[in-house]
C-alpha cells in the first residue's frame, strides 16, 4: 500500500444537524514516534524511518451551551475561552467554497496572530498549541455556525522533546474537529471500545494534522502527523508513505535529556546550513538517505533469515554515522553528547531521535543485552539527570474511544 497526500478534502455537505451537535462527546488519542533514521534530511526529500510509541496523547471534545469556544491544555498550561461572537470575524475569510486545500491559508494565519495578540517570531508553546487549534477550528467550521465547544488535550509525551508531541496533538484536533463538523463519521460501533477509521478518512485526518504541524513547525515533512495517524513503523520519502509490516521487534531505550528546544528552530538552523554550503551539506543529506535505506534493507533481512550478531553491528554502525551526520547538520547538543559516550561505554549505541538540539535519543538494545547491563545503564543516564525508560514501539494510530476504554487518570485530567 502506498498513500500519500498532505492534501486536505474537504466535502462540506454533511455537516452535523444541531442536535446530533448537543450530544456531541469525543474522546480521541494519537501516538507519539521515534525517528530510527531520516530526521531533517526527510525535510529535505531524503527517506526517513519511524516508528510509533507506546505514549499517547489523548483529547476530549464536548459540545456546550455557553456561547464559547475553550480549549484546556493542561500540559502546557494554557486555558483559553472564546466567545462565539468574538470570532464570527473569522467565518468568511477563513473557508471559502474550497474542496481541496493544498496550501496553509497565510492570510487566516496572520490575522490569528493578531487575534491572539502575538507579535512576529513568538515561538511560544502556548502560542503555537492555540493557533494550531483555531485554525482547524476555523477552517472546518468557518462557513457555517460555529459550535460552542469544551476541549481538553493531555499527554504522556514530553512536550518539545522530539517525541513527535506536535504531531500527536494536530493528529487528535484534525480527528476531533473532523469529526464534530460531520466530515468523517465516528467510528465506534455500539460494542466498540475503541475504533479506527477507514483509510480515506485517516487520510483527511493526517491533511489537517499536517496544516496545524505546518503552524507548528514552520517546514514540516509530514512523517510525524503520518506515524500519528497511521501508527506502526513506517517509510517516508517526499509525502509517500509506506507501512513496513515485516519488522523485527527492536528493544529501544529512550532517554530524555531535558534539554528544551524548538523544532522550528532547528528545522530553520538546518535550512540556513543547506543555503550556505549546499556542496557540503547535500552529500550529508544523501548520506542520511543511503543510512535510512541501509537500515530498512537489514530490518526486512531480519525477519527472513536467522536473527544474527552482524545483523545488530550493522544498525549500530548506522546509529553512530547517523549521529555524526546530525552533529554536522547543527542540531547536537553536549547532553546528547553525553547520553551517546554513557551509553557506549556499556557497549550500547545512540542517537538523537526528531529534531535534536536537545530533546531525546534512542539506544538500540540487542536482544543479548543483559538486563544488569539495561538497569545499569539507565541508572547512569539517570545520574546525568536525564529520564531514562525502555518503551515498546508499534502501537496504534489515532483512535477513537469510549470513556471505559481510557485510563481513570487520564480521563480525571481530561475532565477537570
Ligand atoms: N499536550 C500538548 N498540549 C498542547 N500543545 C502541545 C502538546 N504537545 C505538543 N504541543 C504543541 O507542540 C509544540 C512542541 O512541538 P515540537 O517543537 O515540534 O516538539 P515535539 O518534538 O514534541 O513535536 C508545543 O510547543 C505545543 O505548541
Ligand atoms: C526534524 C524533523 O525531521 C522531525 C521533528 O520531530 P519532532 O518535532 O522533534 O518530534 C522535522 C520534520 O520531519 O518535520
Ligand atoms: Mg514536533
Redesign the pocket.
Known sequence: MGYSKNQVKFDKTCLLSKQELQVMDYIMSAPG?A?LHG??A??HGKV?LAVSLNLRTYLRLKATTTGKVCINLPNIDTFFCWDLSELKQFISSSHGNKEEVTRLNHQLVNRLREFIGVTNGNLDTSTMATLAFLYIYLSLFGSGELPSLMVSVWSELPTGA?????AAYTVCLAAALLCASGAIPSPLKEWDHIARWCQEDLELINSWAFQG?III?GN?????NAVGTWGGMLRFLAGKIIPLSRVPLLRILLTNTKIPRS?KV??ARVKDKINKFPSIMTPVLESVDAISCTCEKVLSEMTCEPITGEHYNILEELIDINQHHLNVMGVGHPALDTLCRVTLARGLHSKLT??GGG?CGITLLRPETNSLIIQSTVQDLRDCGFDCWETSIGGPGVQQHTPVSVKKEVLEILNQ
Open positions: 514516534k525517528i530526521e531533517h526527510v525535510v526517513a522530539g517525541l513527535g508531541s506536535s504541524e513547525h514540516p515533512s509530514g512523517v510525524d523544532t532547528l528545522v526528531g529534531a530533546g
